[in-house]
T-cell receptor, first 111, second 111 residues
Framework: GAGVSQSPRYKVAKRGQDVALRCDPI?????LFWYQQALGQGPEFLTY????????KSGLPSDRFFAERPEGSVSTLKIQRTQQEDSAVYLC?????????FGPGTRLTVT | DAKTTQPTSMDCAEGRAANLPCNHS???????VYWYRQIHSQGPQYIIH???NNETNEMASLIITEDRKSSTLILPHATLRDTAVYYC????????????FGQGTTLQVKP
């Protein structure tokens, strides 16, 4: 079946621009996670939803980062006033129970 | 959160078993041991998880010591496509808990 999809796959933004990254989870998965992966590092947790409720946003690095999942399915991660340190791969994962299924990620480059 | 310790890198000959160790001495009683891997430029892929018993699936086997302070992931017949970074993670069930990735073990399968 279809896995987790993310769009766009690549995004180049000029410093100061706002970006929106989309995640389509596997249908029926209640839980959705966002992670940030810097070059050469393991993924780092950003935020977690159960249905439309954002239950944990402890990993969001600043108030420029905002995530939503208004109808409990598709989720959007928004980054305002992008900075060079935001350059990374942003990964989305959904989970039915124990395991998390990851999308291919969006590679964000801020110039 | 419990942390894990893994070797930075390992080599394995194609067709041989790959045994990847992990130490997790501070694991709590209701935390699971998860293994994920990440092939270059892809999102992480779930491999296997366990609580206290050994587990086997179509991809791998997981051996957990009786005291639960360490585990070993076994890929029985490694192929070139198994070259990846392997992450050992301790976490609560996947749909309610964030995953904390360390640096992982880079496994290089050689012909």
């Amino acid at each position: 079946g279809a896995g987790v999809s993310q769009s766009p796959r690549y995004k180049v933004a000029k410093r100061g621009q706002d970006v929106a990254l989309r995640c389509d989870p596997i249908s029926g998965h209640v839980s959705l996670f966002w992670y940030q992966q810097a070059l050469g590092q393991g993924p780092e947790f950003l935020t977690y939803f159960q249905n439309e409720a954002q239950l944990d946003k402890s990993g969001l690095p600043s108030d420029r980062f905002f995530a939503e999942r208004p109808e409990g399915s598709v989720s959007t991660l928004k980054i305002q006033r992008t900075q060079q340190e935001d350059s990374a791969v942003y990964l989305c994962a959904s989970s039915p129970a124990y395991e998390q299924y990851f999308g291919p990620g969006t590679r964000l480059t801020v110039t | 959160d419990a942390k894990t310790t893994q070797p930075t890198s390992m080599d394995c000959a194609e067709g041989r078993a790959a045994n990847l160790p992990c130490n997790h001495s501070t694991i709590s009683g209701n935390e699971y041991v998860y293994w994920y891997r990440q092939i270059h430029s892809q999102g992480p892929q779930y491999i296997i998880h366990g609580l206290k018993n050994n587990e086997t699936n179509e991809m791998a086997s997981l051996i957990i010591t009786e005291d639960r302070k360490s585990s070993t992931l076994i890929l029985p017949h490694a192929t070139l496509r198994d070259t990846a970074v392997y992450y050992c993670i301790v976490a609560f069930s996947g749909n309610t808990g964030k995953l904390i990735f360390g640096q992982g073990t880079t496994l290089q399968v050689k012909p």
